[in-house]
């Protein structure tokens, strides 16, 4: 794996594929169309709400499932936490700042052993780019 600087990578559905492979450990499929799809416990996701052309069949869902939004829906980040959590790893949060901006950092049992952190300017792509980060660091 190859390292990132994870600090300017933006929110948006790019980081959300990253986190969906690298931390949330779903299983990335051939793309239909050009769009991901992954293969998680509740089946099939496509990178966007349209029903794709897969072959002889399409692939319709109702409603269409969905990548999680989670650099940008807190709802969905929190389930990045949870993931990272049942490691036995705790998060501290921070913000927001004066200048908007959050920290989120992923830390051993005791409070002052970060392993990993990082900042945005919503709480939601604090967490992703954090939990990047650790997955790098930790694979």
Known sequence: MTTTDYRTLPAGRELDVLVAERVMGLKRLPDVKGLPVFESAS?????SDVLAQCGSFTLQ?????????????????WSVVDVIASHGLRWWFSGPRDDGRWLAAIREHAATDTVASAEGDALALAICRASLKFSELHP
């Open 43 to 47: 089946g099939p996701h496509l990178y």
């Open 61 to 77: 869902y109702d409603p269409p499932p969905t990548l999680p939004r989670y650099s940008t829906n807190i709802a969905a980040a």
